[in-house]
């Protein structure tokens, strides 16, 4: 059992670990499964929340033991929470409202390219309080003809 507090909050993960077949999980490659149990209790509201997560892997126990699979998990939900605030925040992708999958998948690829000029813009800013999201939509905001570039493939025209 693996126990962490912060963020207001005490967190208890532990996982159990089983061999398992492709054949026994309907699932090509897999040789383990994982059960991650956790519970968080909330300091300030003293509320408790349980959840429970499954993991299949094709690890074998020699390259990831309990240890190892529990540290993927939290690097996996890292790299997701990072990801997903970005595009919820300063994107609003939680709010849109586009249902139509083609739609859907282009206005998605569109939202992650301007992540990707923000980043890479916001490496290029002197004072860290010029990186930020709002000033750099508010900059390209007044440059629509540079965002044009960008979307067409002109930007080497720059």
Known sequence: MEVEEGHGRIEWRAIKVITVTASEMGFPYAVQLARLDRIRYHKKS???????????TSLDAKRADAARLLELVR????IENGLHYRLDVSANED????????????YGIL????????????????KKR???MP??????GRR???AIRYVTGMASAL
Request: net charge positive.
């Open 135 to 140: 000033t750099f939509k508010e900059i390209m």
């Open 111 to 126: 939202r992650r390219a301007v992540v990707g000029e923000y980043r890479a813009w916001a490496r290029c800013q002197r």
């Open 130 to 132: 010029d990186r930020t």
């Open 95 to 106: 709010k849109c409202r586009i249902r139509h999958p083609v739609s859907a998948t282009v």
């Open 144 to 146: 629509t003809n540079l």
């Open 75 to 78: 690097q996996y939900w890292s």
């Open 46 to 56: 003293g509320k408790q929340e349980v959840q429970t997560v499954w993991v299949i």
